[in-house]
């Protein structure tokens, strides 16, 4: 967008300079400080202030890509690092984490659940809160 509008203020500028000096019309100019002032001086001006100001975003988004490519690779050594530290052999894992086998215990078996309806269970609490 900001290289646009470079574009477009040097042609406006260019345009305005190349009609006042093609055909001598002078009032068009400003008396800015006591001297005449073309407005075409004003137009390239701004397209000078639009090009700088694209250079400058443009070195600041390189400088933002470097800065998150650095970024990524350190986080990648970090998670390689933590990777490559295996457990120690004599340690037993912790049986509550292992997935191979059935669950155990009063949580494990949910037989005794599937054998009441849902809904007759619902239905036997709503009775009893609108008895009290």
Do not use: Y
Not at 76 to 105: L, Q
Not at 106 to 127: I, K
């Amino acid at each position: 967008m900001k290289l646009f509008l470079t574009g477009f203020w040097f042609l406006v500028g260019f345009s305005i300079l190349a009609i006042q000096a093609l055909t001598d019309k002078l009032e068009l100019s400003v008396n800015l400080f006591g001297a005449r002032f073309s407005p075409g001086w004003l137009a390239i001006v701004l397209g000078l202030f639009n090009l700088v100001r694209w250079g400058l975003e443009r070195g600041a988004r390189s400088q933002n890509r470097q800065a998150d490519a650095a970024w990524a690779e350190q986080l990648r050594s970090r998670i390689r690092e933590t990777r490559s530290e295996k457990p120690a052999e004599d340690v037993e894992p912790n049986p509550d984490f292992d997935f191979k086998r059935p669950p155990t215990g009063p949580r494990g078996h949910l037989d005794s659940c599937r054998d009441t309806p849902v809904l007759a269970v619902a239905a036997d609490q709503t009775s009893e809160v609108f008895k009290a």
